[in-house]
């Protein structure tokens, strides 16, 4: 069975066709695609509209600073759950 091919104008019919009635089910049973289908091309939508392309210089440095922040604090938050590991008191860890 061959993949059933569908141009760039059908899918965006149909992803308008999806929030206009609210329900990718009922939209995916009309066209015939299945819904994970439908879905992914509504993902793909919202995620081109949000991209990186169409943001100005001072929101490209704060997503990047964001990013910074989110990942220093995911290693801090690492470091303390370690520290408290070996502060425990056991004496296996403090006698090295």
């Not at 990013?67 to 290693?75: G, N, R, S």
Request: aromatic share 6%; charged share 35%.
């Amino acid at each position: 069975m061959s993949r059933r091919m569908f141009d760039e104008s059908f899918r965006k019919m149909a992803v308008e066709l999806s929030y206009t009635k609210g329900s990718v089910k009922e939209v995916a049973d009309e066209l015939g695609v299945s819904q994970t289908l439908l879905s992914k091309w509504r993902q793909r939508e919202s995620d081109s509209s949000q991209g990186v392309a169409g943001l100005t210089e001072d929101q490209k440095m704060i997503k990047k600073l964001q990013k910074e922040l989110k990942d220093a604090q995911m290693e801090r938050d690492i470091l303390k759950k370690a520290v408290g590991i070996f502060s425990k008191g056991d004496g296996r860890y403090s006698d090295l």
